[in-house]
């Protein structure tokens, strides 16, 4: 099963590669991973996907508790949760393919952020899923470019991880 | 600054090996007095040491290298230490910070090299963080599972001409690092029921027990219950050996009788132990019967490979006196007439196969036997010395046949299984107990390989015992070329090759002794060991073809499924 795991964790030299580290030492595979400092400046929120059984991510989640840089964690799937993730999409638009990568845009609600005669530079932001299947839509001929942030995330309702 | 911050610490003994980087802190070691150094004469032998001082006092080792190979040249020992949870800082010399990323000479990066085996560790960028720092990493090493710290210190940092005002914190507070304590006391209630309605327990215990000084507990608690108790590899004197509920090692080259009733078990308290592959055997055939439950102190350890059912996180000590409290409050005891049967059982298995009530080994053959070396050391130090070992046969020799009554008396590397600990593991122990027996016993392939401490030795008057198993032969690999390769020895044998270690014992100011006949182990030994402050290297031909069992059958054999002999399975 896909997870998405989000850690708090120091905002130290090093952290990042001692998760990184973590994951490639046991074995455990990332699907994407993003990071980035939070409104306390010693702190950084690290998320990243990953794929595996009940028996797996638990194991994971111990190991990364483990890691004496890592403040707290949560699984978000295993709650109510927002995922988002961000593509920035180079594409080929000349002719009637304009028109018709435009519809597509529209569609998924995405934006043009950059035009020349012929191509679009396409921001949309989403789900995965729903990113997948933009790429799909607008097809491979068309695509230059693809520049995921990968996926962040956050609880519904009351939650907070914090300190 | 870092030395005061040692001293503050109270570290006694540094074990290291200077270098460029190093030189400010060696200067500084110089010019005090609190804080000893022991010169090794290769940075594996320093971590090594170190590790031992720690696994034989409880105590956090001290280790300090310069950068690049000095720094290379400890990972093993850091390994070593990371695989059997033992205590331990690294301090590694680094190139000035303005050269860090420009390949520099004798610049590694010692962090990233050391990520994988260390608990923690840290670079120190400002000369004002290193007495927190130096806090910090002991802290982490000696609290919850503990493990190796290594501190990376740029040469700048340490330049003499930098001063701060210096305080050494008193105590640190890590937030993000709160090692747990007390267990659960509604899972130590329903383990303790568990044990109360078992009829076939058994009690396996490993190196938490061991380092997390619970031994005594765990000696109360096996008698209160009368249920037999086994350890690994690691646990060994975790529980007397020479008790009556002790079933010996067990795992791999475990017992009969201690493989045979886990794998018979109904219940399962395995305490400060980690279910490693070399005690299961076979995970999905592991004990199909056993309601497991499982203390110890790294949350990851539990149901990691062994699903337990009555998971318990907590230090060892802590968990245990509660369980005891527990059943000394309530009336219930097991079921007497089930627990009686259960003894009888296993007391059959151990008449029938057990390693102690005679000898498993041929004792008419002209050759001297490695069991019976091991049994003579036993009986001439009186089962009371510390005793390190090296890897192979001989180690699993030692495991099964010295009897350990105390812990922190058997010292091997069992993990990670790394040749070369032995002798300076035992001169470790020695730097620490000035006074004791100290006894290393080694194969003549390890000890070729930490062997320039005969040295070391030399310089700082420590007069271990080395007692090598001279089988020839890469024991180990060969037996299992015997059993698994058609005896086809690829590169276990020397042809010849090996040195004379009298002679070599003596170049360096030891004594040599050589035993080749059998009538004359007992008397040589004697004769070792009365040579209270020599260096002895005995030298002790053993017969090749000997092999060590039991041994699981694998792959896919389970707990009980072993080789008793060359020519018995069970
Ligand atoms: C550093 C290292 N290299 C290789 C091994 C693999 N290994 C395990 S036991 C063994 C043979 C050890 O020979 P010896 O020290 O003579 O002991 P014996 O088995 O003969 O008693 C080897 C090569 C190891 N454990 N450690
Ligand atoms: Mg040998």
């Known amino acids: ?163 | 600054m870092l030395i005061r911050a040692l001293r503050d610490e109270g570290v006694e003994y540094i074990f290291g090996y200077p270098g460029g980087a190093a030189l400010h802190i060696y200067d500084a070691i110089f010019r005090q007095q609190d804080v000893k150094h022991i010169l090794v004469r290769h940075e594996q032998a320093a971590t090594h040491m170190a590790d031992a001082y720690s696994r034989s006092t409880g105590r956090v080792g001290t280790v300090l290298v310069t950068s690049g190979p000095g720094a290379t040249n400890a990972i093993t020992g850091i390994a070593t230490a990371y695989m059997d949870s033992i205590p331990m800082v690294v301090i590694s010399g680094q190139v000035m910070s303005h050269l860090i990323g420009e390949d520099a000479f004798q610049e590694t990066d010692m962090v990233g090299i050391s990520r994988p085996i260390v608990k923690h560790s840290f670079m120190v960028k400002h000369a004002s963080e290193i007495p927190e720092i130096v806090k910090k990493a002991y802290y982490i090493a000696s609290t919850g599972r503990p493990g190796p710290v290594v501190i990376d210190v740029p040469k700048d940092v340490t330049h003499p001409g930098q001063t701060f005002p210096y305080e050494y914190p008193e105590k640190v507070k890590i937030r993000s690092y709160t090692p747990a304590t007390r267990g659960h006391t509604g899972q130590i209630k329903k383990a303790v029921q568990l044990l109360l309605s078992a009829k076939r327990p058994v009690i396996y215990t490993g190196g938490g027990v061991v380092q997390g000084n619970a031994a005594e507990l765990l000696t109360q608690l096996v008698q209160l219950l009368d249920f037999p108790c086994t350890n690994t590899l690691m646990g060994l004197g975790g529980y007397p050996a020479t008790d009556k509920r002790f079933l010996g090692m067990l795992g791999m080259h475990g017992t009969f009788e201690a493989n045979t009733a886990m794998h018979h078990s109904d219940v399962i308290l395995a305490v400060g132990a980690r279910f490693d592959d070399r005690v299961t055997n076979t995970v999905s055939k592991f004990c199909p019967n056993a309601k497991i439950i499982h203390v110890d102190i790294d949350p990851a350890s539990i149901s990691k490979t062994v699903v337990a059912d009555v998971p318990i996180v907590g230090a060892v000590d802590s968990v245990l006196s509660e369980m005891l409290a527990l059943i000394q409050e309530t009336d219930e005891r097991p079921d007497a007439e089930a627990i009686a049967a259960w003894w009888k059982q296993i007391n059959e298995w151990r008449d029938r196969h057990g390693l102690y009530a005679k000898p498993r080994y041929d004792t008419s053959s002209e050759k001297i036997k490695p069991q019976e070396v091991i049994t003579a050391i036993y009986e001439v130090t009186k089962g009371d010395a510390f005793v390190t070992s090296d890897v192979g046969q001989h180690q699993m020799f030692t495991a099964q046949y010295y009897r350990f009554d105390k812990p922190r008396r058997w010292i091997n590397s069992g993990g990670l299984g790394t040749m070369g600990f032995g002798l300076p593991a035992a001169m470790g122990v020695q730097v620490a107990h000035r006074d004791a027996t100290v006894v290393c016993v080694t194969g003549e392939g390890s000890i070729q390989m930490c062997i320039q401490e005969l040295s070391t030795c030399t310089q700082y008057h420590l007069p271990v015992k080395i007692i090598c198993l001279n089988n020839q032969a890469l024991g180990m690999v060969r037996q299992w070329q015997d059993m698994q390769y058609s005896s086809r020895y690829a590169e276990s044998l020397y042809e010849d090759s090996l040195p004379d270690f009298i002679k070599l014992a003596e170049a360096y100011g030891h004594v040599g002794m050589r035993v080749t006949k059998r009538e004359e182990l007992k008397a040589k030994l004697e004769e070792c060991f009365a040579l209270k402050d020599r260096v002895v290297f005995m030298d002790i031909m053993v017969d090749q073809s000997e092999h060590v069992y039991p041994m699981h059958v694998a792959p896919n054999g389970s707990m009980r499924d072993m080789y008793l002999s060359k020519t018995e399975r069970t």
């Open chain 1, 1 to 163: 099963m896909r997870r998405i795991i989000s850690v708090l964790m120091e905002n130290a030299p090093g952290a990042l590669s001692r998760v990184v580290g973590l994951f490639s030492q046991r074995g455990y595979n990332i699907e994407s991973l993003t990071v980035a400092p939070t409104e306390d400046p010693t702190l950084s929120r690290l998320t990243l996907t990953t794929l595996g059984d009940e028996h797996k991510i638990e194991q994971i989640t111990k190991h990364l508790n483990k890691l004496i840089d890592v403040v707290k964690l949560v699984d978000l799937t295993e709650g109510a949760h927002i995922e988002r993730e961000l593509m920035l999409v180079k594409v080929k638009a000349a002719g009637a393919q304009r028109a018709e990568v435009k519809r597509c845009v529209d569609i998924f609600r995405g934006q043009i952020v950059d035009v020349t005669s012929s191509l679009y530079i396409i921001q949309i932001t989403g789900t995965s899923d729903k990113l997948d299947a933009f790429l799909q839509a607008v097809g491979d001929a068309a695509i230059l470019e693809v520049v995921r942030t990968g996926v962040s995330g956050i609880s519904r309702g009351e939650k907070v991880l914090s300190l």
